[in-house]
């Protein structure tokens, strides 16, 4: 490299110099002990001016330039942040983030969401149906576990009996609903009546709230920011807060 050489010849040419003064101090000095003289006075002067020039031309070299640190190296070990090691041992799945995209921009911004259970997410659409048998619509399992993760949600339903509830339940525990943790069976209320679900919206003061019954939405549509009515036939004049859909998953589809 040219700076490597270039110290070199200045160090080589230091020790030449500091040779050349050592032997001339040397002769020097025995010509002081050997001739006081005139010639002899000249000698010293002359070396003193060599000392001068060299300790000059010491102080003038460039000084050695310091090397740059160079980048930090990865932690790497137990020390290491272990996000990277996570994201890449869970690849990201497109249409796990669409539909929370979709989740999210759906609710627009609201944060607690109430939701039927008949005809919403059960393929049944009648009480007379649910004390026999319950199924949940496959399609909406994704659905509402994305929903869960992003809001509180409750979930309810108008009961005959308590074999209605048990039936409810267990369907749901069936489909993992209730694996993650997002949503638990005390967020699934039962009531003997419409006017007990009203009720229970209310109470729990939801900010988005997704039913059926278009008599439900007319009353609530005065309390609720948001409501879905899920119907296969218009509602009519429905408020400006109130969507209407087919079902669950076309709205948030």
């Known amino acids: 490299m040219p700076g490597l050489a270039a110290d070199q010849d200045a160090v080589s040419l230091v020790r030449r110099v500091s ?4 032997r001339r101090l040397t002769d020097l000095v ?3 002990f ?3 003289s005139a010639g002899s006075l000249g000698a010293v002067a002359g070396f003193a001016i060599a000392v001068v020039f060299a300790w000059k031309f010491l102080r003038s070299s460039p000084a050695r330039p310091r090397r740059p640190p160079g980048p930090k190296r990865p932690l790497v070990g137990p020390a290491a942040p272990d996000s990277a090691a996570r994201d890449a041992a869970e690849p990201a799945n497109p249409g796990k983030l669409m539909t929370r995209q979709i989740v999210v921009k759906r609710l627009g911004g609201c944060r ?4 039927q259970l008949l005809g919403v997410i059960f393929e049944e659409i009648t009480p007379q149906e649910l004390q026999t048998h319950a199924t949940v619509r496959p399609s909406v399992v994704e659905l509402l576990l994305e929903i869960a993760k992003y809001c509180d949600l409750y979930l309810m339903e108008t ?3 308590d074999k209605s509830e048990e039936n ?3 369907a749901l525990e069936s ?8 949503l638990m069976k005390e967020k699934v209320l039962f009531c003997s ?3 007990g679900r009203t009720s229970f919206v209310r109470q729990l003061e939801a900010d988005f709230h997704i039913d059926t019954s278009l008599d439900i939405i007319s009353q609530l549509s005065r309390f609720i920011r948001c409501q879905l009515f899920v119907s296969s036939i218009e509602g009519g004049q429905l408020a400006g807060n109130v969507f209407n859909s087919p079902s669950l998953e076309q709205f948030f589809s």
């Open 19 to 22: 040779r050349a003064l050592n």
């Open 30 to 32: 025995g010509l002081l």
């Open 34 to 36: 050997h001739h006081k």
């Open 112 to 115: 607690k969401v109430t939701c």
């Open 159 to 161: 009961v005959l009996d």
């Open 168 to 170: 409810a339940l267990l």
């Open 175 to 182: 489909a993992g609903l209730f694996k993650t943790g997002g």
């Open 193 to 195: 009546s419409e006017v």
